[in-house]
């Protein structure tokens, strides 16, 4: 059952992006969505998984549409602050490697975290290894395992944990 179900939901994600990226929901341009978005879901139904261990309920769906809101805004906010430090004459930075700790069991949280985290300016994921992640800061504020996870992780992952486990 629950290969239907991430095959379902990759083959209408396929067809959703088919439709955008067309901008056309013409028969023609639809039948070949369908037929593709059939064939590459059929494919790779197990190795595109991107929807293994999410939890398919309201709540969690919810949360999938906050986590986007809070990734934009995160995304902006790091963007401003890298830009100051950037324009600052002083340029004050302090890069270094913090280890952080995350509470996600499920693969594609912590895969989706690490992403997360590196699509934020100023940090970067080197490495995810169980439950720490390794993380290139660039204005590294605290080395405590602690203060770092509040600071990098803890908003992201109070969303993961509801969509992933």
Known sequence: MKKLLNFLLLFATLLLFWVWLNGSLAADVLIIGVISAFIIA?????????????????????????????FIKELIKSNISLAAIVLSPKLPINPGIVKVRTRLKSPMGRLLLANSITLTPGTLTVELEGEWLYIHW?????????????????????YLEVMYD
Not at 49 to 68: D, I
Not at 150 to 155: C, E, F, Q
């Open 138 to 158: 660039v204005t590294v504020e605290s080395t405590d395992i602690n203060a770092a996870t509040a600071r990098i992780v803890a908003g992201f992952e109070q």
């Open 42 to 70: 059929l494919l790779f139904r197990d190795s595109l998984a991107v929807f293994s261990g999410l939890n398919p309920t309201p709540r969690a769906l919810g949360y999938s549409v906050l986590y986007v809101f809070f």
